[in-house]
């Protein structure tokens, strides 16, 4: 197995509670003694909280819960959702990060978390990863108010590991694990979801064998993983023993292809059959102009209704066209087939739509009972539609249809993330 284990300097940063230290950052508040959440209140007590601050998650607040389930307490600050200030941060913190590493030895995980790769800059700074690790910490915190931690590996795995295990708990919010660190720090973990890469699915299968700590899995025969899980199976048992072989600088020659278009939304409030064909007419113009900018036609249409609470249930259908396209007429008369085949009446809360089986946009088929000229007169209509509004906004162009009261669209589009901007 040793000639499997990487040796480089990698470190996994992540920024504390991002969305309410920012919160804090804008009102010049420490997130280590301010009681604060971020959660839209304005929508419902069921509302999800999306970031609470280091100082509530000391007092047992969970990190990700409903309103209703915070604490009964007057000092809690609510901040309504700021998605674009949030990304804003986020841009400013990746600008510092090159500041210290290229392009290429950075690898972006999520809004809040970044992989960089020190291995060549260390004799650069004539300085440890971890002492590079703490500059860029110090500068973080300094420019942006926004405090972090690091985990530091010879993988990405690893760096990863420490981050999520120790850093969190570390006086200087930093963790250094090599491979000797693993019988003593990884194998005793338990449960095994707590493990990065491990869903609560896989621990419920994993306990099954007879697994129960990350040790267990170290130590259980390879042949059988791999003959119950496949190729999984096998990196679940190599990453027991924190083995990666990623590279950050190659995984810039990836470019993920995207299999499927859609969307989905939760209404603020329960709708009906009439004011829920507006909002699947509202839901097909975004999805149809997705597929237009990623040059895709779908073969097949999914619609997914999910009730109210207090009724519960919903159906998830699809129906497979003759024909690829990403017209809005043809995806929301399929919409509307499958919404009057399988609707019950019921007051519903969630619409998603989805397409799949997509080919290239430039695949044509020949059909015989459509007018081709109509066909690509309609479609220039709906690219020129999509320029206007990629040029001068979401809401320049928008259906008379989307002045009903139980139109949503003006409103999701002053959103990101589906939250305020």
Same mark, same amino acid.
């Given at each position: 197995?040793?000639?499997?284990?990487?040796?480089?300097?990698?470190?996994?940063?992540?920024?504390?509670?991002?969305?309410?230290?920012?919160?804090?950052?804008?009102?010049?508040?420490?997130?280590?003694?301010t009681?604060?959440?971020?959660?839209?209140?304005?929508?419902s007590?069921?509302?999800?909280?999306?970031?609470?601050?280091?100082?509530?998650?000391?007092?047992?607040?969970?990190?990700?819960?409903?309103v209703?389930?915070?604490?009964n307490?007057?000092?809690?600050?609510?901040?309504?959702?700021?998605?674009?200030?949030?990304?804003?941060?986020?841009?400013?913190?990746?600008?510092?990060?090159?500041?210290?590493?290229?392009?290429?030895?950075?690898?972006?995980?999520?809004?809040?978390?970044?992989?960089?790769?020190?291995?060549?800059?260390?004799?650069?700074?004539?300085?440890t990863?971890?002492?590079?690790?703490?500059?860029?910490?110090?500068d973080?915190?300094?420019? &942006?108010?926004?405090p972090?931690?690091? +985990? $530091?590996?010879? *993988? =990405?795995?690893?760096?990863?590991?420490? #981050?999520? @295990?120790e850093?969190?708990k570390s006086?200087?919010?930093?963790?250094?694990?090599?491979?000797?660190?693993?019988?003593?720090?990884?194998?005793?973990? &338990?449960?095994?979801?707590?493990?990065? +890469? $491990?869903g609560? *699915? =896989?621990?419920r299968?994993?306990?099954? #064998?007879? @697994?129960?700590?990350?040790?267990?899995?170290?130590?259980?025969?390879?042949?059988?993983?791999?003959k119950?899980?496949?190729?999984?199976?096998?990196?679940?048992?190599?990453?027991?023993?924190?083995?990666d072989?990623?590279?950050?600088?190659?995984?810039?020659?990836?470019?993920?292809v995207?299999?499927?278009?859609?969307?989905?939304?939760?209404?603020?409030?329960?709708?009906y059959?009439?004011?829920?064909?507006?909002?699947?007419?509202?839901?097909?113009?975004?999805?149809?102009?997705?597929?237009?900018?990623?040059?895709?036609?779908?073969?097949t249409?999914?619609?997914?209704?999910?009730?109210s609470?207090?009724?519960?249930?919903?159906?998830?259908?699809?129906?497979?066209l003759?024909?690829?396209?990403?017209?809005?007429?043809?995806?929301?008369?399929?919409?509307?087939?499958?919404?009057?085949?399988?609707?019950?009446?019921?007051?519903?809360?969630?619409?998603?739509?989805?397409?799949?089986?997509?080919?290239?946009?430039?695949?044509?088929?020949?059909?015989?009972?459509?007018?081709?000229?109509?066909?690509?007169?309609?479609?220039?209509?709906?690219?020129?539609?999509?320029?206007?509004?990629?040029r001068?906004?979401?809401?320049?162009?928008?259906?008379?249809?989307s002045?009903?009261?139980?139109?949503?669209?003006q409103?999701r589009?002053?959103?990101?993330?589906?939250?305020?901007?």
């Amino acid at each position: 197995m040793e000639e499997l284990k990487l040796h480089r300097e990698i470190i996994c940063i992540d920024l504390k509670s991002f969305y309410a230290s920012v919160e804090c950052a804008l009102r010049g508040l420490n997130p280590f003694t301010t009681p604060l959440v971020v959660a839209d209140r304005t929508r419902s007590n069921g509302s999800v909280v999306l970031a609470v601050t280091p100082y509530l998650k000391l007092r047992g607040v969970k990190g990700r819960c409903r309103v209703y389930e915070l604490p009964n307490d007057p000092s809690i600050i609510f901040a309504k959702p700021r998605m674009q200030k949030y990304l804003e941060f986020s841009t400013r913190i990746l600008e510092i990060y090159l500041k210290y590493v290229s392009f290429e030895d950075m690898h972006i995980y999520s809004v809040d978390e970044v992989f960089l790769d020190l291995t060549s800059y260390t004799s650069y700074y004539q300085k440890t990863a971890e002492e590079i690790a703490e500059m860029i910490l110090k500068d973080i915190l300094l420019s &942006t108010k926004i405090p972090a931690t690091c +985990g $530091i590996g010879p *993988n =990405m795995l690893m760096s990863k590991l420490a #981050l999520d @295990i120790e850093s969190k708990k570390s006086p200087t919010f930093i963790a250094n694990w090599d491979y000797s660190d693993i019988p003593y720090k990884l194998w005793p973990i &338990t449960p095994l979801s707590k493990m990065w +890469g $491990i869903g609560i *699915n =896989m621990e419920r299968n994993l306990n099954r #064998l007879g @697994i129960h700590t990350v040790g267990d899995l170290a130590h259980y025969p390879l042949e059988r993983l791999v003959k119950f899980y496949g190729i999984m199976g096998a990196e679940l048992y190599y990453h027991s023993h924190g083995i990666d072989m990623s590279i950050i600088s190659e995984k810039l020659a990836y470019k993920p292809v995207n299999k499927s278009y859609g969307m989905g939304q939760t209404l603020f409030h329960d709708y009906y059959g009439d004011d829920v064909a507006q909002i699947i007419l509202e839901m097909t113009d975004t999805v149809t102009k997705r597929l237009r900018e990623g040059k895709k036609k779908a073969y097949t249409i999914n619609l997914g209704i999910s009730y109210s609470k207090d009724t519960k249930g919903g159906f998830n259908r699809q129906l497979t066209l003759t024909f690829p396209t990403n017209n809005e007429a043809e995806i929301y008369n399929s919409c509307m087939e499958l919404f009057d085949t399988f609707y019950d009446g019921s007051p519903i809360r969630k619409v998603t739509i989805r397409t799949t089986n997509l080919v290239e946009e430039y695949y044509i088929q020949l059909n015989l009972f459509k007018d081709m000229n109509k066909v690509i007169t309609e479609h220039k209509i709906q690219s020129s539609i999509d320029n206007i509004k990629f040029r001068y906004g979401k809401n320049t162009v928008l259906r008379a249809s989307s002045l009903l009261s139980s139109s949503t669209v003006q409103a999701r589009n002053k959103m990101v993330g589906g939250h305020n901007a």
